[in-house]
Every structure is written in structure tokens, then in C-alpha cells.
């Protein structure tokens, strides 16, 4: 865009409702820009509805091309944050081209009645960065980035964010031909364009987009823009030199990690910016919602973005990296891949020893209170062999028991000679001292033998 183009555009011929261009029914005009103007129209045989872009000057061949491309890149990319593209044509002398018709309105109209949450503001650029990504990877530089060109298209009671308007993109040379951007021209929207896009636009790399989702991220979260001026000279003297302050300064809820993470995006080093869209994506990923973490944590924290995403990032912002992906990885692992049996619990073992202890304490306690089992053999009473004297022989008697006189009979014995009680046989004498009625017992014993 020139400055003639940013002081004033031209007004561009309205097609009435109801009216017929090329195939297309007219219903009604949804906008203008600075190439041309859309409508809402109907395809007609096919009763489907499109957004209608017809390029209001053809006289002007780069502009022509620029068109061309639009469409062609918008048919190339085919990613779902990325407006499709359908057809492609001239009618009447004016070149056109037929997008899908997308409900909802642009982050322009959305930022006028305020700024977003931290929340929402990163669930909106995850799936910008996936967008913008998808571009560089095809070797496409955006270059004019703005809340103009997001849509926020409403589908299926979901905000569906699209990257619209690729019309002065830098794409790679198609057949060898050289690109449509001349050099030293400025192309793109001054408030949102790169340093670097201020001085050469042909000279710009895939970091010049990192500047400009810098810029939307900033006035996203403060609800103001951030190179603002009266004429074009001024916004483009801020864009290269004004001090950029944290978006906390306005916005004292936004968090330091996150003012790391704008103002790395908002360095006027190209160098300095993050290795990649992936690399920012991985970066701004742990300040999203729960959900928007489980859907682009596959994206943006893939092993091989992971050294890209890491070099040069701010220790806060690798420290909450860490964290996003440990959790988003292993909910992606259980989405993935099939359940695998789970390990034992380390608390298993401890509690089968004890267990096995508490076991063995009370057996021993059983056993111990238990009566030990006698090993003797049952009392069997042996009783004493008995000694019969032998009898003597009949016809020989003791001459003392025959001759002895009644004197001698009578007299008691001698002192010198005591005589000892008889014992029993089997028992000694002690026993029958001291239990006389033993020595009784046995000697009825006998008798009774």
C-alpha cells in the first residue's frame, strides 16, 4: 500500500443486489479493500454461496499478479485457519476470484469493543501460528499481517480463526520468473509492518511476520495499538525507533513470561525473534486453555521443533514450556497410543513384607502359647522282681531250733552285735526311714504274691 493509499482509497463501483457477475448472483457487498471489493453471492446451478472478490483496477499489471497469486497461494496452502479458495478469473476486464463465505467478523471488529483475555488471546494465535507456519514452510511471506486480514468465523458454535488476504505476499519465483514486489516499494499496513518491511519490502524474511503477530499480540492484550501517528511518516518513525514497552504496563494482569515472549516477537533484530512460528507457538502454548493445549501441543512441542523452539528463549518461557509439554504430551500418548499395562506399585513390595511379617509374629505367638507335646513314653508300673528264699530241706533242721535250751531263748542278744532292721530289697534305706508305710506296702505286696 502506498501513501496515497493510506490517506485515501478509491471508491470502487458497487454491484447491486440481485444483479449477475460471470456465474455468480449478487446478494450483497460485505466489504472493500485497498485491491477491491468483496460480495456474498450464489453460485448459480449449484445454489452454494461464496465470497465474491473482484479486483476494481486492471490497468495496473503488478496488482493483476498480485491477485493471481492471492489465489493460487490461498489453493496451495489447504489449511484449515486459512481461507480456501475455489476459482479463479477475469469477467468484463476485471480479474476475480470466489473464497468461502465465512460468518463472524474480523479481530478489528472484535478489538473496538475491548481487549481480549490472556486466555483468549492465545487460543487465537496457536492456530495463527499454525497458519503462518504452514505459509513459510511453502516458502510464503505474508507481509501484511493486521487485524483486517484474521477472521474470526464463526462454525459449529466455535470461533474458527482465518488468515485472509494473501495478495502481497512474497512467494517463491513460479517458473523462474522473478516475484511481483519491486524493490525499495512499501507494501503492507504501517501500523503492523516490520522495521525491516519499513526500509525494503522485497528484502524481508518469514521473521517480518513474527513482528507484525507481535504487533496484533500487543494491542490483543492491551486494547491499544501500539504504533500509532497522524500521518504515515510518524507510524513508520515509531516502527523503527519508539522505545516498545510490556504490555503489563497497560495490562498489569498479563504475566512477565508472557511480556518476555512479545517483546522477544517485537525485537527490531530479526535475529533476535524466535527461530520459527513453531518455536513461537511453542512458546505461548502454556498460557493457553487446557483444551487449546491438547489440540496444538502435537504441533508445537514436536521433537524435531524442539531445539529451534529452545535457542535463545527466555529461562521463564522455557520453564513453562517444560511444564505445558509434559502434561499435553501425555494426554497426546494416551490419545494415541494403545494402554499399556501398568507397572507394580512401588508401595506393593513394603507391604507384602509386612504383611508376610505380621503373619509369622502371630503364628510364632500360636505356637508359643500352644502346650509342647510330650515325648515320653506313657508311665507303665514295673513292679519289683520278688525273692523267694529257697526252702530248705526237710529232714535237716537248724540243731540251734532243736537243742537249745529255754535260757538261751530267753536271753536278749548281745551288745557288741547290734542288728539292723531288714530293708526292702528294691527300695534303699533312706525311703524306708522316712516313709515307713512303704516299706509296709511292699511287704503286703509280697505277702500278697
Not at 400 to 425: D, M, S
Amino acid at each position: 500500500m502506498t501513501q496515497a493509499d493510506f490517506e485515501e482509497r478509491s471508491s470502487v463501483p458497487e454491484l447491486l443486489p440481485g444483479s449477475t457477475f460471470a456465474s455468480y448472483e449478487i446478494i450483497r457487498k460485505i466489504g472493500e479493500g485497498g485491491m477491491g471489493a468483496v460480495y456474498e453471492a450464489r453460485r448459480q446451478g449449484l445454489d452454494k454461496r461464496v465470497a465474491l472478490k473482484i479486483l476494481t483496477s486492471a490497468e495496473n499489471a503488478a496488482m493483476t499478479a498480485r491477485f493471481v497469486q492471492e489465489a493460487r497461494i490461498a489453493a496451495t496452502l489447504e489449511h484449515p485457519h486459512v481461507v480456501d479458495c475455489f476459482d479463479v478469473g477475469e469477467f468484463g476486464g476485471k480479474p476475480f476470484l470466489t473464497m468461502e463465505l465465512l460468518e463472524g467478523e474480523s479481530l478489528k471488529d472484535r478489538l473496538a469493543r475491548g481487549p481480549l483475555t490472556i486466555v483468549e488471546t492465545c487460543d487465537l494465535f496457536l492456530p495463527l501460528c499454525s497458519a503462518v507456519a504452514a505459509a513459510h514452510d511453502h516458502g510464503i511471506v505474508h507481509r501484511d499481517l493486521k487485524p483486517d486480514n484474521i477472521f474470526l468465523a464463526k462454525k459449529l458454535r466455535q470461533v474458527v480463526p482465518k488468515v485472509l488476504d494473501f495478495g502481497i505476499a512474497k512467494a517463491r519465483p513460479v517458473g523462474g520468473r522473478p516475484g511481483v514486489t519491486q524493490t525499495a516499494s512499501i507494501l503492507g499496513t504501517p501500523h503492523y509492518m516490520s522495521p525491516e518491511q519499513a526500509t525494503d519490502s522485497k528484502g524481508v524474511e518469514p521473521a517480518s511476520d513474527q513482528f507484525s503477530l507481535g504487533s496484533i499480540l500487543w494491542e490483543c492484550l492491551t486494547g491499544r495499538l501500539l504504533f500509532d501517528g497522524d500521518n504515515l511518516v510518524e507510524v513508520l518513525m515509531r516502527v523503527v525507533s519508539a522505545p516498545i514497552d510490556p504490555p503489563s504496563t497497560v495490562n498489569p494482569q498479563v504475566p512477565r513470561a508472557l511480556d518476555q515472549v512479545v517483546l522477544r516477537l517485537l525485537s527490531r533484530t530479526p535475529s533476535e525473534r524466535f527461530g520459527s512460528m513453531r518455536a513461537f507457538g511453542t512458546a505461548l502454548l502454556p498460557f493457553a486453555s487446557v483444551g487449546a493445549r491438547e489440540r496444538w501441543s502435537a504441533e508445537f512441542n514436536d521433537i524435531s521443533h524442539q531445539a529451534t523452539a529452545s535457542a535463545g528463549t527466555p529461562p521463564a518461557v522455557l520453564s513453562a514450556a517444560r511444564v505445558a509439554t509434559s502434561d499435553t504430551l501425555e494426554a497426546t500418548s494416551r490419545s494415541l497410543t494403545p494402554a499399556a499395562p501398568r507397572g507394580r506399585p512401588k508401595w506393593v513390595a513394603p507391604a507384602v513384607v509386612a504383611a508376610l511379617a505380621v503373619v509369622g509374629f502371630v503364628a510364632w505367638r500360636v505356637v508359643a502359647s500352644s502346650p509342647a507335646p510330650t515325648t515320653q513314653a506313657p508311665h507303665t508300673a514295673v513292679r519289683p522282681p520278688v525273692r523267694v528264699p529257697p526252702p530248705l530241706p526237710p529232714a535237716v533242721a537248724p540243731p540251734a531250733a532243736v537243742a537249745a535250751p529255754a535260757a538261751v531263748l530267753a536271753a536278749p542278744p548281745p551288745a557288741a552285735l547290734p542288728t539292723a532292721p531288714a530293708a526292702a530289697p528294691d527300695e534303699p534305706e533312706s525311703a524306708s526311714a522316712s516313709h515307713p508305710h512303704r516299706t509296709r506296702r511292699t511287704r503286703l505286696r509280697h505277702r500278697n504274691l
